[in-house]
């Protein structure tokens, strides 16, 4: 079942575009966050909402910006995409009353910016 | 600030060996703990939680892990490996105090390699 779907699943940019990675879920999750995935260092974390009126930063938001459209909908745009932002990104949800902070993952977008 | 270490960046067991991938990780207060993993190009699923219950927690495909309070630890083991196992493994540990409740904070991943 794709409770949590990202869309592009895969893009190819050039340095300078501007990009918007989409992320919906079917959760009712309050709860949504970004991250990004690179060889090595894990998952950190780039923004998270905790509801619609709430956006956090998180410990690497430099060169990105984030929407909460809707409590489905969380997306993260790329103003102007660089070199070191290639990597997989990764849309999560939560409801920490419901499952003990459990996470639920998005398939994931990677992202390849020449 | 709460952290995860995953000690061995690549572990490699030969198909029916012992798995054991090893987790320590830093919190001020008693915390929610979490193994994922990640098949090649998929996204992470729940391997298994610690939520204050027991010590020893059961999950998916026969693994298991034990919260040891003393030594700070979590690690996850399988008995006998399997060819099927062959992935990237994260620990991860919740955030429980202030505004960052709820939060995961994520180690830097074990990639295991399961050879016939």
């Known amino acids: 079942d794709a409770d949590v779907t990202q869309t592009p699943r895969n893009r190819i940019t050039k340095t300078g575009k501007r990009i918007m990675l989409e992320c919906s879920q079917t959760?009712?999750?309050?709860?949504m966050y970004w991250y990004r995935q690179d060889p090595g260092l894990g998952l950190r974390l780039i923004y998270y909402s905790f509801d619609v009126k709430d956006i956090n930063k998180g410990e690497i938001s430099d060169g990105y910006s984030v929407s909460r459209q809707a409590q489905a909908k969380f997306s993260l745009s790329l103003e102007s995409a660089i070199p070191n932002q290639t990597a997989l990104y990764f849309c999560?949800?939560?409801?920490?009353?419901?499952?003990?902070?459990?996470?639920?993952f998005g398939p994931g977008t990677r992202l390849t910016v020449l | 600030a709460q952290s995860v270490t995953q000690l061995g960046s690549h572990v490699s067991v030969s198909e029916g060996a012992l798995v054991l991938l090893r987790c320590n990780y830093s919190?001020?207060?008693?915390?929610?703990l979490f193994w994922y993993v990640q098949y090649p190009n998929q996204g992470l699923q729940l391997l298994l939680k610690y939520t204050s219950a027991a010590t020893l927690v059961k999950g998916i495909n026969g693994f298991e892990a034990e919260f040891k309070k003393s030594e700070t630890s979590f690690h996850l083991t399988k008995p006998s490996a399997h060819m099927s196992d062959a992935a990237e493994y994260f620990c991860a540990v919740s955030d429980l105090g202030g505004t960052s409740y709820g939060k995961l904070t994520f180690g830097q991943g074990t990639i295991l390699t399961v050879h016939p």
């Open positions: 999560a949800t939560s409801d920490p009353g419901l499952n003990h902070h459990e996470q639920f």
């Open positions: 959760k009712g999750h309050d709860r």
């Open positions: 919190s001020s207060v008693p915390p929610y």
